[in-house]
């Protein structure tokens, strides 16, 4: 407690606080340990993400065709604690990104800049279809980074910690070819 206090008291002279990714690991593992012993449930946020999708569908293809889509019938929009878990995930980065002074409105990553340029569309594009990329295996794997490496990781799931090796694996591969020096 007194780490967090100390990143607390710098950051009001600082106006910055570095989380600590010890802290920050510790707080995922007892929140996991949370989880799995007040709702029976663990870690995960594509099955809720999926969830909500049926909501936005709804205006755009109609409430028939979602009641009607087998994906949707098989994991109905329910407001439970994975889909509150998921609302929570970006509410709490950005409190936090507010609390350690680092928030800030940024399209263009200056890492992205200075290998692809200031395109904000080749930007939303490029971001747009990874994250489709992702969603997609994710829900092929039955579990995503949060899901797979968390949870699956607490509890020594074989599968899941194929995952994570394959997905570092992958990520340093794909890293290194996109962002490598001419």
């Known amino acids: 407690m007194s780490a967090i206090t100390e990143s607390l008291g710098a950051a009001r002279k600082t106006k910055r606080v570095d989380w600590s990714p010890y802290l920050v690991g510790a707080g995922i593992g007892i929140l996991s340990w949370i989880a799995f012993g007040v709702v ?15 909501l936005f569908a709804e205006p755009l293809i109609g409430p028939e065709a979602v009641a009607k889509n087998s994906y949707w019938k098989s994991m109905p929009l329910t407001w439970d604690y994975g889909v509150w878990f ?5 509410l709490g980065a950005f409190i936090a990104a507010v609390i350690s002074g680092t928030f800030r ?37 039955g579990g995503c980074t949060s899901g797979h490496g968390i949870s699956g990781g607490l ?4 599968s899941s910690w194929e995952f994570l090796i394959v997905m570092f ?3 340093l591969l794909v890293s290194s070819m996109m962002f490598r020096k001419a």
């Open 40 to 54: 029976k449930d663990p870690l995960g946020v594509t099955t809720a993400f999926s969830r909500l999708a049926s």
């Open 155 to 158: 509890q020594l799931a074989l």
């Open 169 to 171: 694996a992958t990520g």
């Open 86 to 90: 998921l609302v929570g995930v970006p």
């Open 105 to 141: 409105l940024e399209f263009v990553p200056e890492v992205w800049r200075q290998q692809f340029g200031g395109s904000v569309l080749k930007r939303f594009i490029a971001a747009f279809f990874g994250g489709a990329i992702i969603m997609f295996g994710a829900r092929m794997a």
